[in-house]
């Protein structure tokens, strides 16, 4: 007797395996060096380890308070008002976090309701639009200018209107590697003043700047930081992404309904490791020196093309570099990518999925957070197209 199969309307009917997930695999396939995916190449610091080590044996083993331990929200709160001169009190401010995905999920689900519209800057991390969907929101999306990866605000600002819910937000960006200025945060500033506008900040990458610029972080302007939910990464700062933690800033009247969602989402996250990290954040240098890190990452990484055909703008942030390959091949970005990956055995990332609508620019983005070895071999598998 045959089995019935339920129907099913599906949610998000034109969300398919993510590229990330395709290129890691197709990666793997081929035995390609994988510069697709954004995660470190190398180990964290070694005292991070045991102070994880310390907690998992001294017995903190069960559920955390549901907003995150208070020492290391405490110590949040601490290297924020260092960084950024603003307060965050620790009790009401401040949600440690499963990830910044999950911080991103659950500010996009507490905020935004059936038919509100919220803003997204394309080329745009994937996780954006499907949780607008499934929030029951409109995305509505401005495209970054060509080339510079700049925002014209005079068109942006027709795109308010009283539907806005939102702004979602991204510096350093990923995937162009460009960061907000001072005056793009003046700009967000002055055409959000007066609304009820939220602004959602995604932040994990704010340790990542190069070329003397500053992160320009919306809780550095007041009257930004009172209408924003602020993202960031414990696992992009100290190279520990499979460890998905987190944590999320919001003036109280924000965080209260956002922790209203958070609990029935995750309720609490990893005991040990917030633990340690409490105790790691006292380490100042370890995300005061990121910059400098990666900022020689990036140079090793982009001399390597250096007389090749690839076209190169270096990256202003992130541990992602774009290389245009227009002057080697006409083929879409996603075949070129492909093709890389299989005959040439170097995974990227193409920049046209992070489009809604796919805009090909012939870029392909790179994660340069890997072994000096590894770079080198990347690039001498490609430096001869």
């Known amino acids: 007797m045959p089995h019935y199969k339920a129907s099913i309307h599906s949610k998000l009917p034109a969300v398919n395996t993510s590229i990330f997930s395709i290129m ?9 060096i994988n510069l697709s995916q954004g995660f470190p190449g190398f180990d964290c610091h070694p005292y991070l380890l045991e ?26 709160a601490c290297k924020t008002e260092a960084m950024y001169g603003i307060s965050f009190n620790a009790e009401t401010e401040i949600t440690v976090t499963a990830g910044a995905t999950q911080a991103i999920f659950t500010a996009i689900s507490a905020f935004v309701n ?19 969907e ?25 795109l308010i209107n009283p539907r806005t819910r939102m702004i979602i937000v991204n510096t350093p960006h990923n995937p162009t590697g460009s960061v907000f200025s001072e ?49 960031s990464s414990f696992g992009k700062t100290y190279h520990t992404t499979g460890w998905k933690l987190g944590y999320c800033l919001a003036p109280a009247n924000l965080m209260k309904e956002f922790r209203k969602v958070h609990q029935y989402v995750v309720f609490s996250v990893n005991t040990p490791l917030q633990m340690a990290f409490a105790e790691f954040l006292q380490r100042k240098d370890e995300y005061l020196e990121l910059s400098a890190f990666y900022e020689q990452k990036r140079n090793f990484f982009n001399k390597l093309f250096v007389g090749s055909r690839f076209t190169i703008k270096p990256s202003a942030g992130t541990y992602f570099q ?55 071999k990347a690039a001498e598998r490609l430096i001869t197209l």
Not at 24 to 29: D, I, T
Not at 114 to 132: L, N, S, T
Not at 338 to 361: G, M
């Open 24 to 32: 890691s695999a197709l990666s793997n396939e081929h035995a390609a």
């Open 51 to 76: 102070l994880v080590n310390k907690y998992l044996r001294s017995g903190n083993n069960q559920y955390a308070p549901m907003p995150g331990i208070t020492s290391l929200r405490e110590a949040i």
């Open 114 to 132: 059936e038919g509100e519209e919220v803003i997204v800057i394309e080329p745009a991390y994937d996780c954006y639009v499907p949780a607008i």
């Open 134 to 158: 499934l929030a029951g929101g409109k995305p509505v999306f401005f495209q970054l200018q060509p080339d510079s990866y700049s925002i014209n605000w005079a068109e942006f600002q027709k």
């Open 183 to 231: 005056s793009d945060m003046q700009n967000l500033e002055k055409l959000t003043r007066n609304t009820d506008i939220i602004i959602l900040s995604d932040e994990v990458y704010e340790h990542i700047v190069f070329d003397q610029k500053v992160h320009q972080s919306v809780a550095r302007v007041s009257n930004l930081a009172d209408r924003s939910v602020i993202i």
């Open 322 to 376: 774009l290389l245009n390959y227009s002057e080697i091949s006409n083929e879409k970005d996603e075949d070129f990518a492909r093709r890389l990956t299989i005959e040439n055995k170097v995974a990227s990332i193409p920049v046209s999925v992070f489009y809604h609508k796919r805009k090909d620019s012939k870029e392909l983005r790179f994660c340069f957070a890997k072994e000096n070895d590894d770079l080198e």
